[in-house]
């Protein structure tokens, strides 16, 4: 039992191994690359650069995290509109009820 448990945990690792060999050569282009620049090219146009390079350092997570914070303010702000005061198919006396918790 022992040296079946090592035996797969030796050819799991080999498998990772190959695998992240194998993923980290290939590039796969994006649509970028693969699409909108060959009809630039195509149309006399060439790749310029971005006014807000987002491909340095974390200036992409930092505005994903700051949209999804408004997000998050907003949807907390009216959660009672969003929730409880918009619920289909309840009356207003079970809406009072539902709100104040009891």
């Not at 799991?12 to 993923?23: G, I, M, P, R």
């Not at 630039?40 to 974390?58: C, F, M, V, W």
Request: some cysteine; overall charge neutral.
């Amino acid at each position: 039992m022992r040296n079946t448990v090592y035996l797969l945990c030796a050819c799991f690792l080999l498998f990772a191994l190959y695998c992240s060999n194998v993923s980290a050569a290939e590039k796969w282009p994006g649509v970028d690359e693969s699409v909108v620049e060959k009809y630039a090219k195509q149309h006399g146009r060439e790749a310029s650069k971005p006014l807000i390079n987002t491909d340095q350092g974390d200036l992409l997570l930092f505005v994903f995290l700051l949209a999804g914070a408004i997000g998050g303010f907003v949807a907390g702000y009216y959660w009672r509109i969003l929730i409880v005061e918009k619920s289909p198919g309840v009356s207003q006396p079970e809406q009072k009820h539902i709100s104040s918790g009891t």
